[in-house]
């Protein structure tokens, strides 16, 4: 059972008064106006996810929130001028900007798509009342009751939507660059939409780069991965050390099809990625996978539900957690599995590597099974760095932090080294250039706050 709101918070009283003078500016039809209010309304009765909701257990925003900080306005030409001068992450890639929640299609590379890609705003698609869009935005009944989502549904102002034709095999890969730019603390509520029809194929990587403010983030995708179709999705985080973040990915997956996600998170005081993903088809497949590097007092979440309904799936989730100073991690994870969902196979693990005495880590793995003819199993681990390793490298000569940066970056590499290896073939190397290069910044402030020649402990 769902617990309820009964006292508000300062940040809900403010979010109550902020959607009630933003409501009217919205984009979008009646029937879009509609949903927002009942997503609002689902959002005052069950309020900022707190402690006493069993999926947000361990990440309690009602607690952690103080403010709710104002909405982001349209960002200013010097500003887009600059963003659009700024070096590109993938060489080659179909980069889109999605800056302070709006879609800015000046900016963004949108002569010469290849055939059977179409890229639209989400705001134009709302105020046109796509019946696809809404029945999208309408979601999967397994994430009707998450508060954070309902309220990115009332607040989304803009975003990007993503067509592909039946057939069409994007060969170029279409990055999604998300900036917030205020130097004071402002809110981002954006939404994307993936289409992708039948037997088609799309590599999607998404960017998320913010200053040092403290802002406030939500950010959904959505997607309808048809029959056949194939999927692989990067998603790598550098917001502030101070921003508060929540993604939400969502799909749906047809038959014979495949879905691929990797998440790179270093940064941000308190994050979480959450996803909601539903086998409709039959024997499709799906990959989720993460690294996520924490230290100082940053708090990380993954939580996840997949629902097997078709039959002879297969899902596996590999998360690979690093936690330093009085960090926390949280990794949840539920499969479901349907009546008739049989010869489903799953695998889930979550593997943290815990750096100080004061590093966190909550595991909390399950399995709802109601099909008898299934393989599935998960498993979780926590642990310190093993000093032998240590004590062989450095009897080699290295330095006790450059041994723990060769022996943290192997654990994370088992997850690193999924990336490139679907639909985003062709952006392998800069892909991991870049996640290597993310990686190597955490270690090198890991290694200046280290003190020199103190080993790390952690506890299990």
Known sequence: MTSHSVLKTSAEISLSRQFGEAVGDLPGSVAVRDLREAAFAQFARIGLPHRRIEAWKYTDLKARVAEAAPLAHRAGATALAEIAARPRDVDGAIRLYVVDGHFHPEISDLAGLPDGLSVTSLAAGLDAGRADVLAILAGLDIAKEDAALALNTAFMRDGVVLDVADGAEI???????????????????????????????????????????????????????????????????????????????????????????????????????????????????????????????????????????????????????????????????????????????????SNALLLSGEAEMANKPELEIFADDVACGHGATCGAIDEMPVFYLMSRGLPRPEAEALLIRSFVGEVVDRVGNGVLAAAEQSLREGLDAAIDVWLAGRALALPHGSPAKGKA
Do not use: W
Request: charged share 20%.
């Open 171 to 349: 060969s170029t890969p279409v990055e999604i660059v998300h900036v917030v730019t205020p130097s004071h603390a402002v809110s981002v509520h954006s939404r994307g939409i993936v289409i992708l029809g039948s037997g088609s194929k799309l590599g999607l990587i998404e960017r998320f780069v913010a200053g040092d403010a403290g802002h406030q983030r939500s950010d959904v995708l959505q997607v309808v991965v048809g029959d056949g179709a194939e999927l692989e999705h990067v998603a790598v985080k550098s917001d502030d050390p101070a921003a508060l973040a929540i993604s939400t990915l969502t799909a749906s997956i047809g038959s014979n099809a495949r879905l691929a996600s990797f998440g790179l998170a270093s940064s941000g005081d308190l994050s979480r990625r959450q996803f909601f993903i539903r086998f409709d088809g039959d024997h499709s497949t799906l990959d989720l996978s993460g690294a996520v590097l924490l230290k100082d007092r940053m708090h990380a979440d993954t939580t996840l539900i997949v629902e097997h309904v078709g039959l002879a799936c297969e899902s596996r989730e590999l998360y690979r957690h690093v936690i330093d100073g009085e960090a926390s991690g949280v990794f949840q994870g539920k499969v479901i599995v349907r009546p008739g969902a049989q010869k489903t196979d799953g695998r889930m693990a």
